[in-house]
């Protein structure tokens, strides 16, 4: 299934371009993480009607596989099959655009993104060394490379 390109309650974001909206090959997800990742952010937006949209990257390409150099890189050793999707942290000033610096995040907002996510069912919430998220050890991960943005997996089902 493919992740429509924006909605009122998020947009996407091409990590190779550096632009709004990601292109299509790059929002392919399976039935279940494309309805969660809709469910988890309207929910999110109803709850917080004055916060920015929430940015979401990569999720996999149409039929899996990874996004090596012929891609235009990240390499992203996971989101191959359909599961893993990057969810750009909220930004204090509203801006839609990945945070550049970990002083950008509204910390409050981030929390309860994750906190939505593995409530959602996260098999894995990956977070920036810097970010200070948390949640149960089992599932919300401290990961180098994530301070502008989180990785949500779900579990297969």
């Known amino acids: 299934?493919?992740?429509?390109?924006?909605?009122?309650e998020f947009f996407t974001w091409d990590p190779v371009l550096r632009r709004a909206p990601n292109r299509a090959?790059?929002?392919?997800?399976?039935?279940?993480?494309?309805?969660?990742?809709?469910?988890?952010l309207r929910e999110f937006?109803?709850?917080?009607?004055?916060a920015p949209r929430i940015g979401v990257g990569d999720l996999s390409r149409p039929r899996g596989g990874d996004f090596g150099?012929?891609?235009?890189?990240?390499?992203?050793?996971?989101?191959?099959?359909?599961?893993d999707a990057d969810l750009?942290?909220?930004?204090?000033?509203?801006?839609?655009?990945?945070p550049d610096d970990v002083g950008d995040i509204d910390d409050a907002l981030?929390?309860?993104?994750?906190?939505?996510?593995?409530?959602?069912?996260?098999?894995?919430?990956?977070?920036?060394?810097?970010?200070?998220?948390?949640g149960p050890r089992s599932v919300v991960q401290v990961l180098a490379h994530h301070d502008n943005h989180l990785h949500v997996r779900l579990p297969p089902r």
């Not at 790059?26 to 993480?33: A, E, P, T, Y």
């Not at 894995?124 to 200070?132: S, Y």
């Open 1 to 8: 299934m493919r992740l429509p390109a924006e909605a009122e």
């Open 25 to 40: 090959w790059r929002r392919w997800g399976n039935d279940l993480l494309v309805r969660t990742l809709l469910r988890v």
């Open 45 to 50: 937006a109803l709850a917080h009607p004055d």
């Open 69 to 83: 150099p012929r891609y235009g890189l990240p390499g992203h050793a996971s989101h191959q099959n359909g599961l």
């Open 88 to 98: 750009y942290y909220p930004r204090r000033d509203g801006l839609e655009r990945p």
């Open 110 to 134: 981030a929390q309860e993104l994750v906190d939505r996510l593995v409530a959602a069912g996260a098999s894995k919430v990956f977070v920036g060394p810097r970010t200070g998220l948390r």
